[in-house]
């Protein structure tokens, strides 16, 4: 059977914990070469004024975890104005208003598709369990206390990762919108079972902090060198949320991944918005990243994590991967499994008597 | 509604005069840059003794037919010595001894999964319809007789499509299995409703044919320069099959992409048993492709077709593109949607109300 799930299925099942562990185990395959990670592509094609289609798509391998996995987007794509700068911004134009993100799982022992889900909860736990395994293997062991720039969904899952992985007993929000800040703290103080509490400003939430973590769709700097002080940890979920300068004050910092852009194929005469390319180019001449280790490399030990308590450590997680797909997906897929969720359709559909 | 549709759909509903008239159309716009062909990409990574895990994924749009594709298989293979070389051999290792191969069709319109479906039919009558374009762009307008090398699933492919595109008035077909060549004469004659005889020999089935088309699974050549005479066409489904000496007689000669191999990706140390890239590397040493058309570039006028009845041409199928599947797989998904075939899933299923 080829389970059919959904993100509700994936909201029920899979824990920060589960995508933590299966995320640390993938990332030491990778770093030692045993998996495959294709970095994303993009497609883009005019689709009415001001409008284009694209299809991306990653594709990853994890022999240890018996998957390979291909997740693909399937976007409307605007690019509004923001100041003096463009955002990229998807249009959910599928029939009920919906958007189009697929996760295919396949069995890497014999080929065939074992489920088919959306990406869009696992995504931000991805998103969330990465920067955990930032703080569990560069902060301080006894970091107690957070701050959180940022009070939306991705906020959310960075409080659940860095719960997870650290005996945390406070936690303080700064976001500019007052409203989403009082609520987000309600709501995870709640789910945490850990007291968050609205900070007046970043400074303040800021101050003290044994980690910060960085959760905003900024498109300009949230965090600034002089926050850095010794011991702390901070990360973020784009590079841009990071002052260069506090770069620079880390010790020990890490990237994600050396796969900065996705691969781009574009009509001919086709105008990007964004510029082919260049955000990432102009954010990567700001700080020379290729003597960074990544957070795979970390994990599994080949290169050095915190050295002593007075240490400034550092994860960027300047991109995300589709092999996060992959790994997440597979213990999805077991607790799935076990649970008896989703719709089951016959493999039969998805698989064929022929073949080239 | 979201159609899962099967093999059996495309057999049923699909004709190669579809496939003909879709590719037509869809070469068209890729060669004027207004439609997008991602080259195929292949993960490989080892999983047990002599054998491999591979994904291949392709992604395409054709925003004039309404659509976007990602073509993907999830294969497990392996690589069995044949005299000196490796054929690469899939091993049907899903459930009910089957192969993965999936074409996932979207909208460029709203980005929503039209529908899913296997590979395999689809993919024989892309190779037999663009060599069919080939013939009917490049071969004399009075062709009618044709040799056929070969008499596999291709072959037929081959002469419906030759047969979609010229009057032809008999065939003569070479295979070096005697029961395989009579199997394939008696069944072809009957559905094509012209006489398919069997030649004793390739010389005997080439002489004097206005059309040659190769249709074999052979790694060494079938075709060769001494049956090149004017006025031929000939064509191939896999470069190998023609002598260097045949290609360098033909006066228009045509390859089907400029995307030669797979872009690979694969864990540290495999060992690809076909040697990364070399096999097409060395093909193209053999001569020099770099200044001939492609045959989308034919259809649309922008390179020369045949130039008067005494002129050599050929068509090398060098190599298919995930771009022949979206555009056959729009010709399919509205036929099926008019014949109300497949099962019929909730779109649902397969969007969602959150994004990233």
């Known amino acids: 059977m080829t389970l059919i799930l959904s993100n509700d299925d994936v909201s029920r099942l899979l824990t920060i914990h589960d995508c933590i562990d299966a995320l640390e185990d993938a990332y030491v395959e990778i770093a030692n070469g045993r998996g495959i990670s294709r970095p994303r592509s ?190 702390l940890h901070f990360s973020s979920i784009k590079r841009q949320e990071v002052e260069v300068g506090a770069m620079r004050r880390a010790d020990q910092l890490a990237i994600h991944t050396t796969d900065w852009n996705p691969v781009h194929y574009e009509t001919r005469g086709f105008v990007n918005p964004e510029g082919s390319g260049s955000k990432a180019s102009k954010l990567r001449d700001e700080f020379d990243f290729s003597v960074v280790p990544t957070l795979p490399q970390i994990v599994a030990g080949i290169a050095p994590g915190r050295q002593g308590d007075q240490e400034v450590t550092a994860f960027i997680n300047n991109q995300g991967t589709g092999y996060q797909f992959a790994a997440t997906g597979a213990a999805f897929y077991r607790k799935a499994k076990a649970a008896g969720a989703g719709h089951e359709l016959p493999t039969d559909w998805f698989t064929e008597d022929v073949h080239n």
């Not at 996995?69 to 700068?85: E, F, M, N, V, Y």
């Not at 079972?193 to 769709?217: E, F, K, Q």
């Open 42 to 231: 993009e497609c883009l094609a005019p689709a009415g004024a001001g409008k284009a289609y694209g299809i991306t798509s990653s594709d990853s391998i994890i022999p240890k975890l018996g998957v390979g996995c291909s997740r693909i987007t399937s976007d409307i794509l605007t690019w509004p104005k923001q100041g003096a700068s463009v955002r990229r911004v998807k249009l959910p134009a599928a029939p009920n208003g919906r958007f189009v993100g697929l996760v295919l799982l396949f069995s890497s022992e014999t080929g065939e598709p074992l489920a088919i889900f959306p990406d869009g909860v696992i995504q931000r736990m991805r998103v969330g369990a990465a920067n955990g395994i930032g703080v569990k293997h560069l902060a301080r062991k006894d970091a107690c206390t957070v701050a959180i720039l940022g009070a939306g969904w991705q906020a959310g899952a960075q409080l659940m990762a860095v719960c997870a992985v650290r005996a945390i007993e406070s936690i303080r929000c700064y976001s500019p919108n007052p409203t989403s800040r009082e609520t987000f703290s309600r709501s995870l103080s709640e789910s945490l079972g850990v007291p968050v509490t609205v900070a007046p400003s970043p400074d303040a939430a800021v101050d003290g902090a044994d980690i910060v973590l960085c959760a905003t769709n900024a498109i300009e700097n949230v965090f600034f060198e002089r926050w850095v002080r010794p011991g």
